[in-house]
């Protein structure tokens, strides 16, 4: 199974808890496999798909994975999921899904897409103000341009857009569900992963977040408006409301 959405939704802790349950193994992001998304966007799908189910069974050969069902929970494979799940036709995606400015709030602390951050990470993908390959072709000088907060919110818009590409292989999971209600935010996820939803309550309820709203004590009203600029409709398309200094009149 393929856990994606937005860097800083809780994917980790979400694919961590999947793991640790019986019968499954947490692949954790698999280098290789993130370092070579980049090159496989746009490429038809079903040579994709053959290239990551390489790439994919030779870590699970080497880390004696097999017989388990993998949890691998890499989020830029939100951008080749179709390939993904073709690779695996029996594998099911869980979406976390979390408020934008939130993760936002997340990205700039981290500094990932803030100007001046310039480098590389462990699977030698950029990080810093330049375009990634996920930006629209001919936005890229755009991209380099604008605030960090809207960059910020430019990469939780792609990604949840991503993410949501296949949805009949796809179950959602809320963020904040999960963090205020485990057992709830559980139920759905175990039915489609054919689990005990009993048990990965029990892991989902490890969760000691209570970060859900930081984003109204941290950002200023120039970063919130400069996000919902930016992915207001689909903060609101997805049921989060937009703040009063944005929302449209009426």
Known sequence: MFVVGSPRSGTTFTGNAIGSLPGFVDLDEVLPWKAAIPGLVGMPEDE??????TLLERVRLLGLARGLRGVEQTPETSFVLGAALR???????VHVLRDGRDVVTSLLERA???????GIDDARLAFGSQARFWVEQGREDEFASVGDATRCAWAWRRYVAAARSEPSRTVELRYEQLVADPAAAAAPVAERLGVDAESLAETFARVHDRSAGRWRRELTPQ?????????????????????RATAPPG
Not at 48 to 53: D, F, T, Y
Not at 113 to 118: H, K, Q, T, Y
Not at 223 to 243: K, N, R
């Open 223 to 243: 970063q919130v408006e400069e996000v919902e600029t930016e992915a207001g409709w689909l903060l609101e398309e997805l049921g989060y409301p937009l703040s």
């Open 48 to 53: 994709a798909a053959g290239r990551l189910r």
């Open 87 to 93: 690779a695996y036709p029996d594998a099911v995606a």
């Open 112 to 118: 990932w897409l803030n100007l001046g951050r310039e």
